[in-house]
C-alpha cells in the first residue's frame, strides 16, 4: 500500500473526496431542483473548500475544467463509468488509461469494481492493468468496491461490505470506498477486513441525500471505527449551501469534533 500520510488526495491521512461523476453514472436527474450544478465549474468551485483532498471526476470533465483549478484542488481521476442506460448485469467502460490520467494532472486514479458481477473477472484484471500501471507513476488508487449482480441478494449486508472492504485489500487498492454498513461495529468490522492501520484505508460512500445531522453521524462512526473519510457527491453539491456542511465534515473529520459541535 502506498503511504498516504503525504499523498496528495489525503490531509494527517484523512480522506474527504468530492464525487462528481454521477453525470454520466446517473444522468441529469441528479440535477434536478439544482440545475446550476450540471455546470461543472460551480462543483469544481465547491472543491475549493479546505475540507476537500480531492475531486472525483470523469475524463471529459478533467480535460474541460481541471486546468482552471490544478492549483487549489487535488485530482482523482475515475477510470471506468457506465451509463444508467446500461440495463445488463453490472459492468463497467474502462473509458482512461492511467497514462492519459497521468497527462491531466491526476495524483490518484479511482476504479469501479462490481464483486459478485458475472462481469467481476474481467473487471479485476482490468484493474490489474490500472493499479500498476499507476505505481508506475506513483499515483494511489482508489477502488469503488460495490458488490452487485443477479446472485447477490443484499449488497448492503455488514458481511458483504466488509467482504468489499477486503477484496480491495487483496487487489492492492489504496484505498477501499464502500457502502456504510449501518453501524459503528459493522464499519470497524470492516477496517479490520481491509487490513487495518497498514492496510487499505476505507472511507464510506456519501450515497442519496439526507438531512445534515443524519450525514454527520454515519460519518462520526466511520471515524470512530478507524475509517479514514468519505467520498460524497450528491449530500453536498445538492444543497443550496455546500459550504455549511463541509465545514461539518471538516470538524468531524480532520478535528475528531462530535456532531453536536460540528453543528453548532
Known amino acids: 500500500m502506498l503511504a498516504l ?10 480522506i474527504l473526496i ?5 453525470g454520466l453514472e446517473h444522468g441529469p436527474t441528479d ?10 465549474q460551480t462543483v469544481f468551485d465547491v472543491a475549493t473548500h479546505d475540507a476537500v483532498t480531492s475531486i472525483a471526476v470523469q ?20 477510470l471506468n463509468g457506465t451509463s444508467n442506460l446500461w440495463m445488463g448485469e453490472p459492468d463497467s467502460a474502462v473509458n482512461c488509461s492511467v497514462e492519459y490520467a497521468a497527462e491531466l494532472g ?6 469501479t469494481l462490481y464483486g459478485g458481477s458475472n462481469h467481476e473477472i474481467e473487471m479485476a484484471e482490468e484493474f ?7 505505481r508506475e507513476y506513483d499515483l494511489p488508487s482508489v477502488m469503488w468496491s460495490y458488490p452487485r449482480g443477479q446472485g447477490l441478494k443484499d449488497d448492503t449486508d455488514p458481511g458483504t461490505i466488509a467482504y468489499a472492504a477486503r477484496q480491495a ?13 449501518g453501524s459503528r461495529d459493522a464499519m470497524e468490522h470492516a477496517v479490520r477486513a481491509a487490513g487495518g492501520p497498514n492496510g487499505t484505508s476505507v472511507i464510506m460512500s456519501g450515497g442519496s441525500k ?33 459550504t455549511e456542511l463541509l465545514d461539518a465534515l471538516e470538524a468531524v473529520i480532520f478535528e475528531e469534533a462530535s456532531v453536536d459541535a460540528a453543528l453548532d
Not at 500520510?5 to 484523512?14: F, M, P
Not at 485489500?169 to 454498513?181: N, W
Not at 453521524?217 to 470512530?224: L, M, P, R, T, Y
Open 5 to 14: 500520510d503525504d499523498s496528495a488526495i489525503a490531509r494527517d491521512g484523512k
Open 18 to 22: 468530492l464525487a462528481y461523476d454521477h
Open 31 to 40: 440535477f434536478e431542483g439544482l440545475e446550476e450544478r450540471m455546470d461543472p
Open 59 to 78: 475524463k471529459g470533465i478533467a480535460e474541460g475544467y481541471y486546468p482552471s483549478y490544478e492549483d487549489d484542488v487535488a485530482l482523482l481521476a475515475k
Open 106 to 111: 491526476a495524483d490518484a486514479i479511482g476504479f
Open 128 to 134: 490489474r492493468d490500472a493499479h500498476e500501471a499507476a
Open 169 to 181: 485489500l487483496e487487489l492492492g487498492a489504496d484505498v477501499a470506498k464502500v457502502k456504510y454498513p
Open 210 to 242: 439526507v438531512s445534515d445531522e443524519a450525514f454527520l453521524k454515519n460519518v462520526k462512526a466511520v471515524i470512530d471505527a478507524g475509517g479514514a473519510g468519505l467520498a460524497v457527491g450528491r449530500n453536498i453539491w445538492q444543497r443550496e449551501n455546500p
